[in-house]
Nanobody, 114 residues
Framework: QVQLVESGGGLVQPGGSLRLSCAASGFTFSNYAMRWYRQAPGKERELVAHIISTGSITNYADSVKGRFTISRDNAKNTVYLQMNSLQSEDTAMYYC???????WGQGTQVTVSS
């Protein structure tokens, strides 16, 4: 079955970096666009970044533009989110998503705090 498994979250100081990974299985990963979302406590889930199937086109929320980079390795069935210059406002649960298949991972927690 379709499965998405996120990893790479953790506690980081303001200004630090993290790289999230999402390993996909159960479908032809290279055929589908992928997204990263996040949800902070008490807030709605927010689209962070989007990447098309080939990886040649990406889009970002204004709040992360210039700091986050989404990428993918279709040979490894994995999508990544490189997060730099992290701020306390980036603290949230981060989720991997395949829009077309309506598939979600379990999430990985990112906490930015000194």
């Amino acid at each position: 079955q379709v499965q998405l498994v996120e990893s790479g979250g953790g506690l980081v100081q303001p200004g630090g970096s993290l790289r999230l990974s999402c390993a996909a299985s159960g479908f032809t990963f290279s055929n589908y666009a992928m997204r990263w979302y996040r949800q902070a406590p008490g807030k709605e889930r927010e689209l962070v970044a989007h990447i098309i199937s080939t990886g040649s086109i990406t889009n970002y929320a204004d709040s992360v533009k210039g700091r986050f980079t989404i990428s993918r390795d279709n040979a490894k069935n994995t999508v990544y989110l490189q997060m730099n210059s992290l701020q306390s406002e980036d603290t949230a649960m981060y989720y991997c998503n395949c829009v077309t298949l309506r598939a979600w991972g379990q999430g990985t927690q990112v906490t930015v705090s000194s």
